[in-house]
């Protein structure tokens, strides 16, 4: 039997390529099984909004998943199958669902462990009670362009039926609660349809995207901005995103009323409804609730919180320099501000944590905290609550006994207080998912 020597020509190159395209891929399971682990490891298992859930008898390991995700490498490949390998980085682009060539991918709210309360909205995001709709984080859409584009649509529904809404003489067309993302789509599209609106913050422009840690990349697509028409942001920082609102702001003259927190939404006799803040009153015939899922900061409930030195995030650690700052909790947040407190020179920073240990940090964060700990750049205080704050120190009871503190200013990042509460009180349909869509 004569072999053909072209059949060695063409078999020699085609093995070297089969071989560095298994090693790659073998090289890139060990990086995925690693990642996966290390989350495993920090408890960082819990994904926060939409995400994907992969049918394994569907999934054929095309990889296609892998490549569309804009955040990285969120979701792995494992023994040859899609795995959601990063949890808690997922915030639901989606890309990976459109990807996916076998519909192998679900994307869902919450998991069989942790329900995730969403209120229920009809397409044109109302609510079940007629006049109240809901865009945003609240709904579970953590990405900023999904967020953009509901504030928009909302607005555009609520215009439609302004004709057709119930409500007196001399009412607002609507009333916008939130100024993150959702929330200025929808304030910029009210004045682009010439609807009498209000937009009320309880914080500062941005929403949730201002507490992110200074310079942290924010990952968007491109969205449709009323009267400013298509912005293309592919990766950028905190920063100049809120720059780029801020610069908004002033280029079209809407108005935003800060520090003005929502307290109340009732009905009112004849349609519409009372919106009860912490400076007015305004009756409407339509409200639009663009706020995030953290809702209102946890407090700590001890004497002198009410004092000017007790914050609930950090902004510009800077501003803290050579001071004595103590900062509370056990999160990613309370430790990414401890470490960024810490690189300012002559800043004392203590962690205080009710925790005996931190259980669901960042790998990275981790590493920072034990480095600066070691170094003594970092007090950290576990078993341990505030018990009271006056100007110059704060009153400690750690570890059973009572310790006062000299310091300068206090931040609390305890997290919030979710709204599903606030939801119920009007009304609205609040439904726990657990792991489904």
């Not at 296609?64 to 979701?75: K, L, M, N, Q, W």
């Not at 809407?254 to 305004?282: C, H, M, S, W």
């Amino acid at each position: 039997m004569t072999v053909d020597p072209l059949l060695g020509v063409y078999a020699v190159p085609l093995g070297l390529v089969w071989l560095l395209f298994h090693l790659l891929r073998r090289n890139a399971e060990r990086r995925h099984i690693a990642t996966r682990d290390a989350a495993k490891a920090a408890g960082l298992t819990e994904p926060a909004s939409l995400h994907p859930v992969i049918d394994k008898g569907l999934c054929l390991g095309c990889g296609a998943c892998v490549r569309a995700c804009p955040e990285g490498e969120i979701i792995g490949l494992i023994d040859g199958k899609a795995e959601l390998i990063e949890p808690t980085h997922c915030i639901g682009h989606g890309a990976c669902r459109a990807a996916c060539p076998y519909d192998a991918i679900t994307l869902v709210f919450g998991t069989e462990t942790r329900g995730q309360d969403i209120p229920h909205v009809d397409p044109e995001f109302q609510t079940n009670v007629p006049g109240l709709f809901v865009a945003g984080e609240l709904g579970g859409m953590g990405l900023i362009r999904n967020a953009i584009e509901q504030g928009r649509q909302a607005i555009d529904a609520i215009a439609r039926q302004k004709g057709r809404m119930a409500g007196g003489a001399g009412m607002l067309d609507v009333v916008i609660v939130g100024a993150g993302p959702a929330g200025l789509a929808a304030t910029l599209g009210a004045k682009a349809k010439g609807l009498k609106s209000v937009t009320v913050e309880q914080d500062t422009l941005g929403g949730t995207v201002a507490h992110f840690p200074r310079g942290k990349l924010v990952m968007t697509r491109p969205a449709e901005l009323p009267l400013v028409g298509k912005v293309n942001f592919r990766e950028t920082t905190k920063e100049a995103l809120l720059n780029f609102w801020q610069s908004v702001v002033e280029r079209t003259g809407i108005i935003v009323n800060f520090q003005e927190r929502v307290d109340k939404v009732a009905p009112v006799p004849g349609g519409g409804f009372e919106v009860l803040t912490t400076r007015k009153r305004y009756r409407t015939r339509s409200v639009l609730l663009a706020i995030g899922r953290r809702g209102t900061p946890r407090t700590l409930d001890v004497p002198g919180e009410e004092l000017a030195k007790v914050v609930y995030r950090l902004i510009d650690p800077e501003q803290y320099r050579g001071q004595r700052v103590v900062v509370v909790g056990g999160g990613d947040s309370a430790v990414e501000a401890a470490v960024s407190l810490s690189e300012e020179p002559d800043t004392r920073v203590t962690l205080s944590y009710r925790g005996d240990a931190f259980t669901r940090l960042k790998p990275k964060n981790r590493d920072k905290l034990e480095a600066l700990v070691a170094s003594r750049r970092i007090d950290v205080r576990l078993n341990s609550t505030i018990t009271s704050i006056v100007a110059d120190s704060v009153e400690l009871k750690h570890e059973g006994r009572n310790q006062r503190i000299d310091n300068d200013a206090v931040i609390v990042c305890a997290g919030g207080i979710l709204p599903t509460g606030f939801l119920k009180s009007m009304g609205v349909t609040v439904e726990t998912k657990f792991g489904t869509a």
